[in-house]
């Protein structure tokens, strides 16, 4: 680019910051394309790392985050992450040993949100003003202005004929609503999700038990929304008649919306990681950490925890120790509580012929030993973090706190069941009197099925196509009818022989999940 090019360049940038004066760093944490062009600005420079832990304190600050268990295990990984001598990103700050003092302090007490914030406040003040120095050069470089160009921020609006929807969750039913609809003009599509990629979770254990066996996990989502917005952040309310939705301090309307918002396990292996730089880091970091372990702890044997016991204990490692010693931990009387007892005995059978110690009825706490996660079982036993490489796959928890917490007149908590589960219709419309144009569907959900990422798929397909019917004043349609596919009753992944775990790899790819983009026989 010449300087005449570049001036021009700065000036057009300027001028579109004019009309927006509001813009800092949080509408750059908010946009896919300006933090990744951030996140790109600060790798160039050996800084990134800055604002990684500033995505990590936004994680941990939220709402959506229910427990002190939550808060405990993202404190732990941002401690380890980014404050310890050595970490892998570790911040140059001034308080590293004040941090590493309040810790201490904090050994055996009840683990609250609002204290790990306290502990960090001082912290994530002086990276902040760090990264507001970073932020002011990046938006006069040539970068920020084609990134800003680029932006969903300074997107369009829907025009008066298109019909606003607006999803919440970028996960397999976001996704697949966002990629049939936004191609369509009569929709104008916002997809609100805590990641600015769209991530195949069902991949995950093996991205980090044989990473060289696995290719990338994400991709951004606006390589599937060409013309609607995408907002990185939580939804913080549903209000005004419940056509308007409240994400970082602003009220997107809509005509149509899609509650998506799935489920999270206390570790890592479900994650709201903001950015993929993060996430990868993280992801990386569980690798490193299972191919150098002595041993193993799992804790918690739902399906999940003895899919990455069996893919742990099955695999020999370019390692100083190459096969790990498995043990999986689980609060209840069995494992695999949702299968039935002929799948648990192949499973017990299949985990004990690889070498796993399974331990049930030991419930497990966490505390803070002066910088060390050491975690006490109910029978006595004690598992520091000193002596094995311990990895949360506890139960699965629906985030719907919002939900509940709305503001919204008519209430929406009574579309909520005991679990905390979203109750639907057939069609995947809100079970309620009024709100005809809320859908939801996946993890979230009330309905009777086998959560998995294809069942997540089938309820977007029945989403999608329901709210083009509406829109055609056909009445919609149930899952399993005209054409739709019904839920699935049974796991559809694992070896049969083995109780179901140890998955077969499946190939993907987000174009055999995207029908034909139109309203034709809806």
Known sequence: MNAKKQNQSRESLKSLLAGRPELD????????????????????????????????????????????????????????????????????????????????????????????????????????????????????????????????????????????????????????????????????????????????????????????????????????????????????D?????????????????????????????????????????????????????????????????????????????????????????????GRDRIICRGDDKQRKKAEKFLSSLGVEIILNEKIKAHIIQGDYEYAGSSGRIYSSNDYTIFMATGVKVNTSFIEKSTNVPSLEECLDKNGLIKVKPTLQLEHWKYQHIFAGGDATNVSEEKTAYAATLAGVCISRNICRMEKNKPPIAQGTKGLLAPPAKTLHGIKSNGGIGKQIVLFGKEALVPESNMAGA
């Open 238 to 330: 549903i209000c005004q008649d419940a056509k308007c939705v409240k994400v970082n301090g602003e009220k997107i309307y809509c005509d149509y919306l899609v509650i998506a918002t799935g489920s999270s396990y206390a570790g890592q292996l479900k994650s709201s990681d903001s950015s993929s730089l993060y996430r990868t880091a993280g992801l990386n970091g569980i690798a490193a950490g299972i191919r150098d372990a002595k041993q193993i702890l799992i804790i918690g044997a739902g399906l999940v925890g003895c899919e990455l016991a069996a893919a742990i204990a099955k695999k020999t490692f370019d390692s100083p120790i190459p096969k790990k010693k498995v043990i999986l931990v689980e």
């Open 25 to 236: 760093l949080h509408q750059v944490l908010e946009d896919p394309i300006l933090l990744s062009s951030f996140e790109s600005y600060l790798t160039k420079s050996w800084s990134e790392e800055n604002l990684l832990f500033i995505e990590a304190m936004n994680q941990l600050r939220h709402d959506g985050i229910g427990t002190s268990e939550d808060a405990e295990e993202i404190f732990k990984r941002i401690y380890n992450t980014f404050i310890i001598v050595d970490a892998p990103m570790e911040i140059n700050v001034k308080t590293q040993e004040l941090v590493k003092e309040r810790v201490s302090a904090v050994q055996w007490a009840i683990f609250t949100r609002n204290q790990a914030l306290d502990i960090l406040k001082e912290t994530e003040e002086e990276v902040l003003a760090m990264l507001m120095t970073k932020l002011s050069d990046f938006l006069s470089s040539p970068l920020a202005t084609v990134s800003t160009k680029q932006s969903k921020l300074f997107s369009r609006e829907a025009t008066p004929l298109q019909k606003r929807v607006v999803i919440i969750g970028g996960g397999f039913t976001g996704f697949t609503v966002a990629s049939i609809l936004d191609p369509m003009p009569l929709f104008h599509v916002t997809l609100i999700d805590t990641k600015d990629s769209f991530e195949y979770t069902p991949h995950i254990i093996t991205k980090v038990v044989s990473p060289e066996k696995s290719s990338s996990l994400r991709f951004t989502h606006d390589s599937y929304i060409k013309n609607g917005r995408i907002i990185i952040g939580w939804a913080e």
